[in-house]
């Protein structure tokens, strides 16, 4: 039996055995040396027309412009599979439910988001500070507590703290090109602690602000490392919410067929709705942020009231279920591309 050679090996000839020719005939033996390549047969090298090609995967994730990302069929799947453990609606909606906390030696502190990771399995966890080694500690031992593997997020302040020292973050000034290395090199820092989505500005105090080429830099640097980009829209959204409301009677509602729901799961980028920001009426403020494309909610001591509240809508109509799983889908399947 011949078997034949791996792809990435150098292919020798095969020589057959033949009785009334010996090998010490160069001529000979290189008229009737017999090539095997794969695919064909052949006297001479010269006559073997069809080569062998390496095979190729096909890559997991195909990029389809800024609309969006497809998900392949094995992310999507398993996605689904995810979707469909969770019976309950508080389960599902929870996903859409992110926690801000602070990596410190803080024990109380700790002991509440364990309690309510434990209590919602909400769909992950946003760091605003904190410290290094803590802040490792404490992946570990909130993704050993959660049902459902949790999205970790930096803000953009405790980012750039793992590449800079503290006291060179008030005199931050990079060449424009350099935006992306920074970028790049925040979320290697973070993946290495299990990070997974990094903000792309500062939310609190707006210390580095940056112009749009500098922004996209930094945000292009983020998805090369193989992060998600955070974005918060802040006044400027919340106002169009208001104009929205008083011109037209009510927010726009997006419509999608289920076709695109699989094929255009865009997660290069995740936008978060701070409710802890909100003044006014909570469930408005929620019911509006979600027609208006906001894929997450950021949540405190909040986080059950967001949780009642997107139930409520769904359960009132407000919120159509299809639209719900769509959005959670998102969710899932950015965790399914990093948990296997």
Not at 146 to 155: M, Q
Not at 260 to 268: A, D, L, M, P, S
């Amino acid at each position: 039996m011949i078997s034949g050679p791996q792809y990435s090996q150098e292919i020798p000839p095969i020589q057959p055995v033949d009785q009334e020719h010996t090998d010490d005939q160069p001529d000979e033996r290189k008229r009737r040396q017999v090539l095997y390549q794969g695919r064909a047969w052949a006297e001479r090298e010269d006559e073997l027309h069809v080569q062998p090609q390496t095979p190729s995967s096909p890559p997991l994730v195909k990029s389809r412009g800024s609309a969006g990302v497809y998900a392949d069929r094995v992310l999507f799947e398993r996605a689904q599979a995810l979707l469909c453990q969770m019976a309950m609606l508080e389960e599902k909606v929870a996903q859409l439910c992110i926690l801000e906390t602070d990596a410190v030696y803080d024990a109380a502190q700790q002991h509440a988001v364990e309690l309510m990771i434990q209590t919602w399995q909400m769909g992950g966890v946003l760091f605003r500070k904190g410290n290094y080694k803590r802040q490792s500690y404490l992946i570990e031992r909130y993704q050993e507590i959660s049902k459902t593997a949790l999205l970790i997020a930096n803000d953009f302040l405790h980012g750039l703290s793992f590449y800079l020292q503290g006291d060179q973050l008030p005199g931050l000034e990079l060449p424009e090109q350099r935006y992306s290395d920074l970028g790049k090199a925040v979320m290697v820092q973070n993946r290495s602690l299990g990070v997974h989505v990094q903000f792309d500005q500062e939310r609190a105090l707006s210390k580095f602000p940056m112009t749009p080429k500098q922004l996209q830099g930094f945000r292009r640097g983020i998805r090369e490392a193989q992060g998600i980009v955070a974005r918060e829209k802040g006044e400027q959204m919340e106002n169009k919410f208001e104009k929205s409301h008083s011109a037209k009677g009510g927010f726009p509602i997006l419509q999608r067929s289920h076709m695109q729901v699989q094929e255009t799961i865009g997660f290069k980028n995740l936008t978060f709705f701070d409710t802890a920001k909100v003044e006014g009426s909570l469930e408005d403020k929620v019911l509006a942020a979600f027609e208006s494309s906001y894929d997450v909610f950021l949540a405190q001591d909040n986080l059950p009231d967001v949780i009642r509240i997107l139930c409520k809508l769904v359960r009132s109509g407000k919120i159509r279920e299809e639209e719900l799983d769509r959005r959670i889908m998102k969710v899932l399947i950015i965790k399914a591309l990093y948990f296997k």
